[in-house]
């Protein structure tokens, strides 16, 4: 047993490759060689783990993954603990479906992050693409839990029909949060347009610039008091720059979506002098 | 100056942290205050409550300053009833405030927040934050906010030390200063008026049969000629410190300081409250505890 697993990409990708394969908690059962036998996809043609990337150590719940990885879709699917992390960017669908653990993404990643994940977490220091934290395709909901940190932006529908955990990003694309259940959708800069519609419960909040939907109504300005909780967390465990006038500020709340059950809102952060 | 060789005998308690928080410590300590008015003794209270200690932004779960209360009862059934009626009384209805488990380790959990959501009348809604549910309920200045669950202590109530002393004075003045040097200490509260008992009890009475306790003739001074006393000569007045924690440890750290304290001018002698031994499995031996022995761990299981 080694302290870490690291996979080191041999040559640069020229097709994507389905590797979801790829997980902390199971390869943490398997030696070198059987982690080398590990199938992974490329289109219909199963390609073993050990001629794309070199591997060394074994037994081991935290991996690393290295190279550029941007054509390497499904990394982290269904993951149920570990450590996993991408020095380079990452493609599709990391960490679908994850039910715990730690992914963490130096570079990028691209659509359907953390699509249905239930718990663990995500923390890209890149841009990530659409549909984070969303679900998966035909599904009812999201994600149920966990959180997704994205240092950089999102794009469209970023926690589309999510149902619970938190997902941050510094700026979103169209149709953010649309169709939200439940769940946080916190942006520290700008949100486009769509933003919120169709939302039921889920709180949606903009630091930074936001256009509140028609269907949503101005209810109050105040402090609420679960988001200095909720900041003062993402603070702390994930190293994030919350500032403190965020933390203990003041917010417009629009109750939304009203052509929904109107229960979900958009707090709206106000800058004081 | 004496310290008598005897025990201070307790019992086994339930209890819980309560931390609230607010826009500045005043109306912290408004909440809390009222929250631990009326929560002396169990004889009568139901509970024994009073602050443990304040709390900075830094030590608080949303930022902001705040007060830690500890709440006990005799047993696991009327423990969320009085967190429940109190939060709800005291903490819900003053402005500013919220409310948070401050035992969050503990993994027996009782529903605090949970029955108290529904004053929201549907309106209320809830967040996951670190795997803990906090429940957002609507009021009239905005929102308040309580944790789910909150942890339960196996407690201990009921460490004492009474001071004898020569006069009135004597004993007020070491008294105060126990209770000075024990302020803040962490896993205890003395929930009588500023820590201090005057009125210290004996189980039931000689005369009303109905009463529970009655008051303590053997070490009332104006009894001293017509009861079996306990005064030693010189002694003019007594009280009692009563002090409720999380653990044995902590009452006895407390004791050993508040005892160090109380011993100056004008006191004769330090002495604990006890039953014989068949009231309460907890006991904290003087001596034992004035020589840095505080590990002393109970015999008997506490009730249930």
């Known amino acids: 047993m080694s302290d870490r697993i690291t996979l080191t990409l041999r040559a640069p990708l020229a097709r994507a490759l389905d590797a979801d394969a ?21 289109g219909r043609t199963v390609v073993a783990l050990g001629d794309v990337f070199t591997v060394s150590g074994d037994r081991s719940p935290s991996v690393l993954l290295e190279g550029d990885l941007a054509q390497l879709h499904g990394v982290g699917t269904l993951m149920g603990g570990g450590t996993l992390e991408i020095t380079g960017s990452v493609g599709n669908s990391l960490g679908a479906r994850m039910r715990g653990g730690a992914i963490t993404v130096l570079g990028s990643a691209g659509d359907d992050a953390g ?14 693409g659409d549909r984070a934290g969303g679900a998966l395709q ?19 529908e ?68 679960h988001l200095s909780l909720m900041l003062l967390s993402l603070r702390k465990r994930f190293d994030l720059l919350v500032d403190d006038a965020h933390v203990h500020g003041l917010f417009k709340r629009y109750s939304g979506d009203l052509a929904e059950i109107g229960k979900g809102e958009i707090l709206e952060w106000q800058a004081t002098r | 100056m004496q310290i008598d060789d005897t025990f201070a005998e307790a019992f086994g308690m339930r209890g819980v942290r309560i931390i609230i928080t607010a826009k500045n410590q005043k109306w912290a300590r408004e909440s809390a205050n009222k929250l631990t008015g009326f929560a002396t003794s169990v004889i009568a209270c139901k509970c024994e409550a009073a602050v443990e200690r304040e709390l900075t932004p830094a030590e608080t779960p949303d930022g902001r300053p705040g007060i830690s209360v500890l709440l006990f009862t005799m047993d696991s059934d009327s423990l969320p009833k009085r967190v429940i009626e109190r ?61 789910e669950t909150f ?25 105060e200063a126990a209770v000075d040097a024990m302020a803040g200490m962490p896993g205890v509260i003395l929930p009588f008026p500023g820590g201090i008992v005057r009125s210290g009890s004996k189980v039931g009475a000689k005369r009303y049969k109905t009463m529970i306790a009655s008051t303590n003739d053997a070490f009332a001074p104006t009894l001293r000629a017509i009861t079996k006393t306990e005064l030693p000569e010189g002694v003019n007045s007594v ?66």
């Open chain 2, 87 to 147: 939060i709800g009384q005291t903490v819900l209805t003053c402005p500013t405030t919220a409310c948070f488990d401050g035992l969050p380790d503990f993994p027996d959990r009782i529903a605090i927040g949970k029955p108290l959501r529904t004053f929201g009348d549907g309106f209320q809604g809830s967040k996951m934050i670190d795997g803990q549910r906090y429940w957002r309920l609507p009021v009239m200045e905005g929102e308040f906010l309580i944790q």
């Open chain 1, 158 to 225: 970023a926690g589309a029909r999510m149902r619970r955990g938190i997902l941050y990003c510094a700026s979103a694309g169209a149709g953010a949060g649309a169709g939200m259940i439940a769940g946080n959708l916190i942006v520290s800069g700008t949100i486009g347009d769509g933003g919120g519609a169709g939302n039921k419960r889920g709180t949606i909040v903009a630091l930074g610039p936001v256009r509140v939907p028609p269907t949503y109504a101005y209810a109050c300005t105040y402090r609420p008091p």
């Open chain 1, 115 to 128: 699509s249905a994940m239930a718990g663990g977490s995500i923390v890209v220091a890149g841009n990530v």
């Open chain 2, 239 to 304: 009280l009692e410190i009563v002090l409720d924690g999380l653990d044995f440890r902590s009452i006895a750290k407390a004791m050993q300081v508040g005892i160090d304290a109380a011993c100056r001018a004008g006191v004769h002698s330090i002495t604990a409250g006890n039953y014989g031994g068949k009231l309460g499995p907890f006991h904290f031996h003087l001596h034992k505890i004035m020589s840095g022995d505080v590990e002393d761990a109970p015999k008997v299981e506490a009730p249930k």
């Open chain 1, 22 to 42: 790829i997980a902390p908690d199971r390869l943490a059962a398997l030696s070198a060689r059987e982690i080398s036998a590990l199938e992974l996809w490329d």
């Open chain 1, 138 to 156: 035909g599904a009812s909901k999201g994600m149920t839990g966990g959180e997704i940190i994205v240092r950089g932006s999102t794009g469209v």
């Open chain 2, 151 to 175: 942890g339960k202590a196996k407690g201990v109530g009921g460490g004492n030390f009474l001071i004898l002393a020569e006069s009135a004075d004597a004993a007020l003045d070491a008294a």
